[in-house]
């Protein structure tokens, strides 16, 4: 965009395709809890066209109504897309590639001003573990 303006998008790239690949971030990944989230996430040592791709998972175990799960994915999903740019830029510099898991916790669905309150604490915490360097998994 020509006018400055930073554009929001979240398309099929940035997403955590695969089996394989899903069955590694969950296999040797590392997890932190940042309610209402549990967060996991595993460094590639391949190359993928996004720095950081993403997985949202509401389980349904825990969200028994296909309606309130459908609905609380859409807004774990737009409060990603509007603050991804709170950690995306300090990965690009490094040349690290990503994968985060975002598995929703709560027994019971929210409103949007609680998933983004707990989508921010997630990446906040999550761009601390990669500032630490070292961390314990």
Do not use: W
């Not at 999903?77 to 990965?91: Q, V």
């Not at 590639?97 to 027994?107: C, M, T, W």
């Amino acid at each position: 965009m020509d006018d400055g303006q930073q554009r929001f998008t979240f398309t099929k790239v940035e997403r955590v395709t695969g089996d394989r690949r899903i069955e590694a971030l969950f296999a040797r990944g590392c997890s932190f809890m940042a309610y209402p989230f549990r967060v996991v996430f595993l460094e590639n040592e391949r190359l993928f066209p996004a720095p950081v791709s993403v997985l949202i998972s509401i389980p349904k175990k825990r969200v028994r109504s296909a309606v309130q799960r459908n609905r609380l994915k859409r807004l774990a999903r737009e409060a990603y897309r509007l603050n991804k740019h709170l950690f995306n830029l300090s990965l690009l510099g490094e040349n690290r590639r990503l994968d985060v898991a975002f598995i929703y916790v709560k027994d019971e669905g929210t409103d949007y001003a609680t998933v983004e309150k707990g989508m921010r604490k997630a990446m906040r915490e999550l761009g601390r573990q990669l500032e630490g360097g070292r961390r314990k998994c």
